[in-house]
């Protein structure tokens, strides 16, 4: 197997392996884990760019509160967010929604970052497939000059080989 077949199938398995890691992990959360996993995912509508979980101010104790009554009660995460965007606006989620023009946010970086790769990957085919230029008259002049000199000489030294000439192209 050679080294490179080697390398992506190490990379595989790890990649794997941690995918399986990922998706057997978690299981049953208690309700402050839930409640502190939601509030990280809100907007303080107080403070610039900061999650409710990290927010100190009144409305963000009252959204906790809010948040921890409805874990209370059995609701899902999608009915205390449509809740929470009820009462507060969309604009409460720190994260997109995964519909709508909210999934525009979340694939077209994707699709860029997919479209600037093959592109990369068809520049590096095109460049490795492009033939070598053929040598140029001044290239033949100066290899012939070097067995020239190497011949004439007759010695295994190494030949001193001046600075080829200026050729017009």
């Known amino acids: ?41 809100l907007r ?49 989620l720190l994260l997109p929604e995964s519909s709508g023009i909210g999934l525009l946010v979340w694939l077209l970086p994707l699709v860029f970052g997919l479209l600037a790769l093959g592109g990369l990957g068809l520049a590096f085919l095109r460049w490795r497939r492009e033939p070598a230029p053929p040598p140029s008259d001044a290239d033949r002049a100066l290899v012939d000059r070097y067995r ?4 004439s000489a007759g010695s295994v030294s190494a030949p001193s080989v001046s600075a080829p000439e200026e050729v017009p192209r």
Not at 13 to 21: D, I, R, T, Y
Not at 60 to 86: M, N, P, Y
């Open 1 to 41: 197997m050679s080294r490179t077949r080697l390398t992506w199938a190490v990379l595989i398995v790890v990649v794997l392996g941690a995918l399986v890691v990922a998706g057997t992990r978690g299981g049953d959360e208690s309700d402050a884990a839930r409640v502190e996993r939601l509030t990280d995912r």
């Open 44 to 92: 303080c509508p107080e403070c610039q760019g900061s999650s409710v979980a990290d927010s100190d101010v009144a409305t963000s104790r009252a959204i906790t509160t809010l948040v921890a009554e409805l874990v209370a009660q059995g609701r899902s995460d999608s009915e205390i967010f449509g809740e929470l965007k009820v009462r507060y606006d969309s604009q409460i």
């Open 148 to 151: 020239l000199q190497r011949s």
